[in-house]
């Protein structure tokens, strides 16, 4: 029943469940820019062309980005249990959410990029700008609003996986959802994580869309 | 000394195995200084030779030799480095959209390593010299066009360029915003000498501004030399199409009645201004409506076309022909 469940078990599971997203999209987010970097840059319009490493860097994301997150949780539990220490809790979620996560950022990011006029990088290109400086004070910053929305995406996706976890005892929303909820049939617990995923995923999503609107001067 | 020296310069695009030759056998000086204009039609390879002026493309032979440098030979850093001496300017102006004006212009510096209160004060100064001191805080895209081109012109000259190549950079503008450009561009040349190379698919762009023309038509350069000498005389063909057919696409303004028959007289400069059209009128003793003209004096001669609509009556219709043939003037039916 309701009352039966302790409010303090929902406050944890909201607070682990921020853990969760907020680690996972920051190292996500370490790996996906530098890598969304590369796959732009090695791309046939981008600055330095490399098929070569391009196709294999596209191969490996795109093998990551198709096996379904529930898999990947258990195909890396070792690695896992070597970062961690653990298989089981909130930090135990990190690594497979990171390694689900990278990948998909890297691919918005890169499509971010490719939205930047490749007439601006030839003006800049014309002042002798180098291409880190390009990449830094010319597709980063141009492609910025367009970052942001991709980020109120990818963190809220992150937020559904880590609920998904849960599966596999990785606490917060998800977790109370599966064990209080599923495994001992209340429906009322059920219903409460879902309630609050969904508001949890809509502030989310409308302080990052209301940060990129905001940052677009192009409005 | 030539300050751009280009030299039996080729290039050749290969596209899925398709190769298509942009540009070959161009041999041109720019002298220092000086307003230079290329001209041609869309696809002759102007945009590819300006971006070959600063090596923004690389040529597949021949050579670019700036201030008595072969920028082939150049690393690419010093290539870097000579860029910052040669300006650049786009038809769709090309600026940062997320900062603002003064950032805009401030970006060459800054990637130059210059100080940021310098960068400041010498964006200002730019700022007042295209006249938008007031705009500095502004985005582009709360700007004109005319005022986004005046942006990026101050953009180009923060490093203090010694040329400044203009790809098509009046294009997007219109009639009246395209003259305070040029206007801008002749005042950058005279006071402070940058020499200008401006490509254009406008004729009254390099009549108006341009002190010497090459024409490029198919890869190649048609015709250069002296703007008044050219558009006095032009001696490739294309050079004529341009010069005096240079309204050519303008005549969808004039209105034609299906039952209606209409001359198109074409000037080519081979008539001194006697009075063609008020002799032809005497002679068959009836007047004539010009639909549209667009021809002008250029030394005593003139150049240019008419159009005028044809009587109804036959005979009429044949005297005026004949009158047009006796006098040497080109003219056929508009259909
Ligand atoms: N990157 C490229 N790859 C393949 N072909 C190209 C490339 N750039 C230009 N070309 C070809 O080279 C030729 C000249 O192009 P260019 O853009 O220099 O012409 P343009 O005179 O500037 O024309 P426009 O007035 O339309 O701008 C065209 O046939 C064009 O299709
Ligand atoms: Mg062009």
């Not at chain 1, 490719?114 to 004070?137: C, H, P, R, W, Y």
């Not at chain 1, 599966?178 to 995923?201: A, F, H, P, S």
């Amino acid at each position: 029943m309701f009352i039966a469940i302790d409010i303090s078990l929902y406050t944890t599971a909201i607070a682990e469940t921020f853990f969760m997203t907020f680690v996972s999209s920051l190292i996500s987010y370490l790996i996906g820019i530098p890598l969304g970097v590369l796959l732009y840059s090695t791309a046939k319009d981008g600055l330095t062309p490399n098929a070569g490493i391009y196709n294999v860097l596209s191969l490996i994301v795109n093998i990551f980005r198709s096996i379904p997150f529930l898999i990947l949780l258990i195909l890396v539990l070792p690695v896992t249990k070597a970062i961690v220490g653990s298989t089981i809790g909130a930090k135990a979620v990190i690594p497979p959410l990171v390694i689900s996560a990278s990948p998909y950022i890297a691919r918005m990011v890169e499509s971010s990029l490719k939205e930047v006029d490749l007439g601006v990088i030839e003006a800049a290109k014309s002042m002798g700008a180098t291409n880190f400086q390009i990449i830094i004070k010319v597709l980063l910053s141009e492609s910025k609003p367009s970052l942001l929305i991709g980020a109120a995406i990818s963190i809220t996706t992150i937020l559904g996986y880590s609920a998904m976890a849960g599966a596999v005892g990785g606490g917060g929303l998800g977790d109370v959802a599966i064990r209080y909820g599923y495994y001992r049939y209340n429906q009322d617990v059920m219903l409460i994580t879902v309630v609050l995923l969904v508001i949890i995923v809509q502030i989310l999503q409308e302080i990052f869309m209301g940060i990129a609107r905001k940052s677009d001067k192009r409005l | 000394m030539a300050i751009i020296e280009i030299k039996n310069l080729k290039k050749i695009f290969n596209n899925q195995a398709v190769e298509v030759t942009a540009l070959q056998d161009i041999d041109i000086d720019i002298e220092k200084g000086e307003i230079f204009g290329i001209i041609g039609l869309s696809g002759a390879g102007k945009s590819t030779l300006v971006r070959m002026i600063n090596y923004l493309e690389k040529p597949s032979e021949g050579k670019v030799i700036f201030e008595g440098k072969n920028l082939g030979d150049l690393k690419e850093n010093e290539l870097r480095q000579v860029r910052k001496e040669i300006g650049m300017i786009f038809q769709n102006f090309n600026l940062l959209e997320q900062v603002n004006v003064i950032k805009n212009i401030m970006f060459p510096l800054e990637i130059s390593g210059v100080e940021k209160s310098k960068a400041i004060d010498r964006a200002r100064e730019l700022l007042k010299l295209v006249d938008l001191s007031e705009k500095e805080k502004e985005y582009p895209s709360k700007l004109s066009g005319g005022q986004k081109q005046r942006v990026a012109i101050a953009r180009a000259l923060a490093t203090n360029p010694k040329v400044l190549l203009c790809d098509e950079a009046t294009s997007a503008l219109d009639p009246k915003t395209t003259k305070q450009i040029l206007d801008l561009l002749k005042k950058i040349n005279k006071e402070l000498g940058v020499t200008v190379v401006i490509i254009t698919h406008q004729m009254s762009v390099i009549e108006s501004i341009c002190d010497r023309v090459a024409i490029l038509e198919n890869s190649r350069v048609a015709e250069i030399g002296n703007v008044k000498e050219v558009f006095k005389a032009p001696k490739s063909s294309i050079g004529k199409k341009l010069i005096f057919g240079a309204t050519v696409n303008k005549e969808e303004e004039f209105v034609k009645i299906d039952d209606k028959t209409y001359l198109r007289l074409a000037f080519d400069g081979s008539i001194t201004d006697k009075p063609i059209l008020a002799n032809m009128i005497l002679k068959i003793g009836m007047p004539v409506s010009i639909m549209y003209a667009n021809t002008k004096v250029i030394e005593g001669k003139v150049v240019g076309q008419l159009i005028i609509e044809m009587p109804n009556d036959k005979k009429v219709q044949y005297q005026i022909k004949e009158y047009l043939d006796e006098n040497e003037v080109t003219y056929w039916e508009v259909v």
